[in-house]
C-alpha cells in the first residue's frame, strides 16, 4: 500500500459504525477499571480528547505512540456511541506533526457526565497486567 504524504492527508468524516482507538494510561487503572479521570481533553479543556481511528491505525500502533507503551493500554469506543455522549462531537484530525494519519480528537466538555458514560462505552482491545 503506497502512503501518501503527509501533507496530502484529507480531514474525513467518520462513520458510526467505526471505532476509535485511546490509550489509557495505568495511573488512571484502579482494581481493572477505568476511572473517569481517563477521559479528558488535552493538554487544555478547549482541545479534543486524542483518540486514533481505526481505518488508519491498530489497537498496538495506538498503545506505540506513548512516551512509555508497556505503561498503557488501550480502549475502544464505538463511534456512533461517543457521538451520543450529550455535548461530544468525533472530527478527524490527522496530525502532519505527529506523522498520525489517524489522529481523531472528541471535542466537548468532559463533566463528570460524560466522563461516565464514555467509561460505560469503553472496550479494552489491548490491555496490561493490571497489577
Known amino acids: ?6 501533507e496530502a492527508w484529507p480531514e474525513e468524516e467518520i462513520p458510526d459504525p467505526d471505532h476509535l482507538f485511546m490509550r489509557v ?3 488512571f487503572v484502579r482494581n481493572g477499571e477505568i476511572i473517569p479521570g481517563a477521559f479528558r481533553n488535552r493538554p487544555t479543556e478547549r482541545d479534543g480528547m486524542s483518540t486514533d481511528w ?10 506505540n505512540r506513548a512516551k ?13 456511541d461517543v457521538r451520543k455522549v450529550p455535548g461530544q462531537t468525533v472530527k478527524h484530525t ?3 506533526e505527529l506523522n498520525n494519519r489517524a489522529h481523531t480528537d472528541v471535542f466537548g466538555a468532559k ?3 460524560a466522563r461516565v458514560k464514555l467509561r460505560r462505552i469503553a ?3 489491548d490491555g496490561f497486567a493490571l497489577t
Open 25 to 27: 494510561e495505568k495511573s
Open 111 to 113: 463533566d463528570t457526565e
Open 54 to 63: 481505526e481505518r488508519y491505525s491498530t489497537p498496538e500502533q495506538t498503545r
Open 68 to 80: 512509555v507503551p508497556s505503561n498503557n493500554g488501550v480502549i475502544e469506543l464505538l463511534v456512533e
Open 1 to 6: 500500500m503506497v502512503v501518501p504524504p503527509v
Open 123 to 125: 472496550k479494552w482491545v
Open 94 to 96: 490527522p496530525s502532519h
